[in-house]
């Protein structure tokens, strides 16, 4: 699993070049905003001073050091209860990667800069790291669930199940 930390790094670079240039030049486009596709995607500056969708404002410090506890958890968490394979792994370190870039942004700004707004649905402005999260929380759910049901219905191939003596093998 370890091997995979260049994903987080890449995550974490994408991230924090992505919101460098929206927050220097976004500010300066009529309204904030630039259309990318017309009514659909909207590239639109917004200081993010809470969690998701800007609940619980609280000193960015203190959200800095929650999202920091919240990633070593899921790290931990994670490490524990996903089966280590290559997409998993690829999918916690996407997920670090981003928890990461959003702390900075609390850290640097006291806020997270948020710049992707979709406009065909009436929906939270983000980020990349927004989506690096959400992804790789929804897949490794998805993925954790289906295993889990597989095993339960009998599903599995049956790899470490003991045999009495004598029986054939």
Not at 1 to 10: E, G, K, T
Not at 34 to 50: D, F, K, Q, R
Not at 89 to 95: H, I, M, P
Not at 148 to 153: L, S
Request: hydrophobic residues 50%; proline residues 5%.
């Amino acid at each position: 699993m370890r091997r995979y930390w260049p994903i987080a790094l890449v995550v974490l670079l994408l991230d924090r070049a992505s919101k460098i240039a929206a927050k220097s030049l976004l500010p300066a486009m009529p309204g904030g905003s630039y259309p990318l596709m017309p009514g659909v995607i909207h590239l639109t500056y917004a200081e993010n001073t809470g969690v998701a969708f800007s609940m619980l404002q609280i000193a960015p410090w203190m959200l800095a050091l929650l999202t920091f506890l919240v990633l070593v958890a899921a790290a931990l968490a994670l490490r524990r209860w996903v089966r280590p394979n290559r997409l998993n792994s690829c999918l916690v370190w996407a997920l670090l990667g981003g928890g990461l870039g959003n702390c900075i942004d609390r850290l640097l700004y006291g806020y997270v800069v948020d710049f992707i707004e979709p406009r065909f649905v009436h929906f939270a402005i983000f980020n990349v790291a927004d989506i690096a999260v959400t992804v790789s929380c929804i897949l490794l759910a998805l993925m954790t669930a289906f295993e889990k049901n597989g095993e339960e219905h009998g599903k599995d191939s049956g790899k470490g199940r003991f045999r009495k003596r004598g029986d054939a093998a």
